[in-house]
Structures are given as structure tokens and as C-alpha cells.
């Protein structure tokens, strides 16, 4: 059993009345960690604290090396300790330990490498005015205090990438992870106390939606940076506007795959699969809906319902595990409660459709499912499950691929697979979604934007736009006459 606190001004402490949460391991619904459920005392200590961390003279004296030199370091625990966080990520969010070992660590430490060699490179501009003996000069300057409010699917990987980039700017933060899965987030605060980060510029508030709320409601947050639901983040954008706080909002998604009639449909299969159950479904960018042309549609339905049923199910510790469980009973449910209305609306059910049984009844595990002939208007295809759970339907023309890919609140992600290279860069344009894989899985990399069109959010994030997303323009004009 862990235990664990606030961080707030290099201080561990408990919360302020002393309230403490539970958290699960989703494999066994077993207790295996209680965190410190902060007040809105602690979330007013944890801005203070991050207000005097930005200013002081430790944080403002650090020069662009010696900043990249800190996010390198923390680059080097976070491998350093890789298995061994990679070991909690799996225990307390679920994730197969091939993803949360081959994908989560390696990933978080890649994007602190990424953004350590940004810390020097975060260039102004000097505008050619026209009013004779000025100089004018524009430099990118830090936002001030930045609250991280993180969801529970990725919640390393998602936090190392908020919190890279705002430490490279010369931002302080308060991270506050998702109540079912805090403590990887802890361990990556105690890696930056580790590696010198000074004292005040990253603090820690662990709870639940109450402490997110204070955080967004707090004059003295300068950025919420944040991801997780579309509803959460239309809350926050209407709270944001009273102070026209600045906001990166990473919302949902409901990823359309166009599997076009020349397609290999074999490695379409293997690869739409792939980019449907990892993490068990859980992720923004999942495929979900599939639209496969029409002479194909049997073929590669069967195909992934046979390899749907292959996928070795089972607790996240298991190497051979694909398919690990649902975060929580309360998910479980509500992934369940989407397809007993897929069944409901008239969606066949081709396989799934079940909890696992057997050992695994006593996690939160859900058998992978494939419907077909999916209607465009059931709310399968159209709400975000964020499980294993796949639509297949069938389409006659590309024109009538897109408009239905595009027929969606949300515009996060989209997939196409063809042998055609021309189709492989005309579609693209017409999908009206932040990213467009071809032929691919859904893949991060730090140097590659993240973000969505429509529903799923505001702004971009890796690459240079979170350096744009955590900093404001600033023009100095000097009278040299
Ligand atoms: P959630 O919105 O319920 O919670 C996310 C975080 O916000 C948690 O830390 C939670 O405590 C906090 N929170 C809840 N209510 C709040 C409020 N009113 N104000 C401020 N903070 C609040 O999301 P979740 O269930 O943890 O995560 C799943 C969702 O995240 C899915 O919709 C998924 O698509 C989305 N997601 C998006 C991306 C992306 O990059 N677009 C990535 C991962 C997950």
C-alpha cells in the first residue's frame, strides 16, 4: 500500500483537513494506495507557492542551458527508474506492461529530451517597423503559473508532455492527475524535486474534479492546460472566460478508419485493431468507426472478429497481454451500457459483447467487440465509448466515405488505408480531423502536433506549439533616437 501527499512548495503535506481518496488496481479491484484529497485551502497554498516559485530569483536566475540541463536530467531518472514506474502504471491504471514498458516510459523520457534541447531554442523576432529611430524586438515569454489537469489513461505520458514544455518555457505548474490514477504523477513529481527542479515550480494536488474546478475558478492561474472529456473541457472553457485565462483543451475523439477497396485488408485488419484496443480502447485517437467499401465489407469484418477474439485478455502484469482491464467499475459500466444500446438500435454483434469471466471477473475487464452493419445515427457510432468496442459499416464511394468520416462532433483523428498513392494525399485534406494517419496506427511523437478540430479541443500540443501554447508575445519598443 502506497500513501502519498501534496506537494506545495517543496513541502510534502497532507491535505489541509487531512482527507485522503483510494485507488484501485482495476485487475483485481483491490485497494493498493491512499493520496491526499487536496482542499480548496491546498489548491490556494498550491498557487501562491507556484506564484513565488516562478518569481523567485532560483527559477528567473536559471539560464536556458542550465533549464535544458534540468529537463535532460529528468529525461535520465525517468529512465533510470523506467521499470519501476512502468510497474506502477500498470498496477494502477491497467495499461498492458508492453504499452505502459515499451510505450509510456519511453515517451515520457523522450518528450522531456525533446523539449530540454527546446529551452534554448525559444527564438523572438525583430519586426522591420517603420517608425523611424525604433527598435522593436518580440520575445516569447513564460505565462506565469500553469495549471496540468491530466485524465486517466495516459497519465504519465500525458503529464511529462504538459509539463516539458511549460518547465522549458520557464513556467511553474501545479499537476493534478485524475483521481483514479495518481501516482505515477507522483513519482514523476519526486523525479523533478530529484533532478532540481527549485522549490515552488512544480507542485502537486492530488483529488478529483472539486480540486480541478479551484484550480480553473483561481485568479491566480495564468493557463489550464488540460485533458480529458469534451464535457469537462466545455466547463472549463466557460470558466476560462471569466478571466480569459489561456486554455489548451485536449478533448475527445471518435476516430473514423476509411479501408478503401484496394486495401491490403489483412494489414488493414491488424492495424485497425491494434489502433482500436490499446490501451483496451481507452485513448482519445482509438479507431472506432469503420468504414470499409462495400466489396470488401465481409471480408474484413469476419477477418477482425477472428482476430478480435485471438487477443490475449488479462491483468497488465502478464507479458502476453493485449487487452488489459477498464480503469474502473464505473467505466465498465458505462462501456457496457454503450453496447447493450448498440444491441438495442438494431447493430449486430459479430463478437464480444461480454465481461471477461472466469479469474478476471473480479477486474474490470470487457471482452473486445466488433459490430456490424452499424447505422451512422446509433449512438455507437457516434458517442465516444473509450473502449474495445468497433462499428464496422460499409460505403460505395469515396465522396461518401468522407462526408460520413467528417459527419462527427469531434475531429481528433482519422485513418485511411489504400495501395493508391494518390488517394493516400488527397483524402487527407478532406477529413476534417488534427491528424490523419495513412495506412498506419494511431502514433505520438514529440515533435509531431496533437489536437483536434471541432469538439475535441483547442490548440495544439508537442512539437514547437506547446512552446506557442505556454508562452505570451511580448514587443519591446526602444527609442534610439
Ligand atoms: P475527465 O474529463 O472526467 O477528467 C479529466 C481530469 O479533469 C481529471 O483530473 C479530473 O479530476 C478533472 N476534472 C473533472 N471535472 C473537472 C472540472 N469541472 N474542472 C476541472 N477539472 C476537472 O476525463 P477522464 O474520464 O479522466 O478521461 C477520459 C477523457 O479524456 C476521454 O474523453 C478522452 O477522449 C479524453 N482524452 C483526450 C486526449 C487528447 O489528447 N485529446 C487524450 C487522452 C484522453
Not at 507522483?186 to 515552488?200: D, F, K, N
Request: aromatic residues 8%.
Amino acid at each position: 500500500m502506497r500513501s502519498t501527499q501534496l506537494l506545495i512548495a517543496d513541502e510534502w503535506v497532507p491535505a489541509a483537513d487531512g482527507a485522503t481518496s483510494e485507488t484501485v488496481d482495476p485487475a483485481t479491484n483491490t485497494v493498493i494506495g491512499t493520496f491526499a484529497e487536496a482542499t480548496v485551502a491546498d489548491v490556494n497554498a498550491a498557487v501562491s507557492a507556484a506564484r513565488a516559485g516562478f518569481e523567485s530569483d532560483a527559477w528567473q536566475g536559471m539560464t536556458p542551458d542550465q533549464r535544458g540541463q534540468l529537463l535532460w536530467r529528468i529525461a535520465e531518472m525517468l529512465e533510470r527508474d523506467a521499470a519501476e514506474i512502468a510497474a506502477l502504471e500498470t498496477l494502477d491504471q491497467g495499461q498492458p506492461s508492453f504499452m505502459s514498458s515499451g510505450v509510456t516510459l519511453p515517451l515520457s523520457a523522450q518528450v522531456f529530451r525533446y523539449y530540454a534541447g527546446f529551452a534554448t531554442k525559444i527564438q523572438g523576432k525583430v519586426a522591420p517597423i517603420s517608425i523611424p529611430g525604433n527598435l522593436t524586438y518580440q520575445r516569447r515569454v513564460p505565462l506565469g503559473v500553469c495549471a496540468l489537469i491530466t485524465p486517466w489513461n495516459f497519465p504519465l505520458a500525458i503529464a511529462a508532455w504538459k509539463l516539458a514544455p511549460a518547465l522549458a518555457t520557464g513556467n511553474a505548474v501545479i499537476l493534478k492527475p485524475a483521481e483514479q490514477t495518481p501516482l505515477s504523477t507522483v513519482r514523476l513529481v519526486e523525479i523533478c524535486r530529484e533532478a532540481g527542479v527549485p522549490s515552488g515550480v512544480v507542485n502537486l494536488l492530488t483529488g478529483g474534479p472539486e480540486v480541478g474546478k479551484a484550480l480553473v475558478a483561481h485568479r491566480g492561474v495564468d493557463k489550464v492546460s488540460f485533458t480529458g472529456s469534451t464535457e469537462v473541457g466545455q466547463h472549463i472553457a466557460r470558466a476560462a472566460a471569466d478571466d480569459f485565462k489561456r486554455t489548451t483543451l485536449e478533448l475527445g475523439g471518435k476516430a473514423p478508419s476509411i479501408v478503401c477497396a484496394d486495401a491490403d485488408i489483412d494489414a488493414a485488419v491488424m492495424g485497425n485493431l491494434q489502433g482500436a484496443v490499446f490501451n483496451t480502447g481507452q485513448a482519445c485517437g482509438a479507431y472506432t468507426r469503420f468504414f470499409v467499401h462495400s466489396s470488401r465489407v465481409d471480408e474484413f469484418t469476419s477477418k477482425l472478429a477472428a482476430a478480435a477474439d485471438s487477443l490475449p485478455i488479462g491483468p497488465g502484469q502478464d507479458p502476453n497481454t493485449i487487452v488489459g482491464p477498464l480503469v474502473s467499475q464505473e467505466h465498465l459500466d458505462r462501456v457496457a451500457s454503450f453496447v447493450q444500446t448498440g444491441r438495442s438500435q438494431g447493430a449486430e454483434l459479430v463478437t464480444g459483447g461480454a465481461r471477461a469471466d472466469g479469474d478476471l471477473a473480479k477486474g474490470f475487464f470487457y471482452r473486445p467487440t466488433v459490430f456490424a452493419g452499424v447505422r451512422d445515427d446509433m449512438t455507437i457510432a457516434r458517442e465516444e465509448i473509450f473502449g474495445p468496442v468497433l462499428s464496422v459499416m460499409a460505403y460505395d464511394d469515396m465522396d461518401e466515405a468522407v462526408a460520413r468520416a467528417n459527419d462527427t462532433d469531434y475531429g481528433l483523428v482519422a485513418v485511411l488505408w489504400t495501395k493508391d498513392l494518390v488517394a493516400a494525399h488527397t483524402v487527407p485534406p478532406r477529413l476534417r480531423f488534427g491528424t490523419v494517419f495513412v495506412n498506419q496506427l494511431p502514433l505520438i511523437d514529440p515533435a509531431a502536433p496533437w489536437g483536434g478540430f471541432g469538439m475535441s479541443g483547442w490548440g495544439r500540443e508537442l512539437g514547437e506549439y506547446s512552446i506557442d501554447g505556454f508562452t505570451e508575445t511580448q514587443s519591446t519598443f526602444v527609442n534610439l533616437a
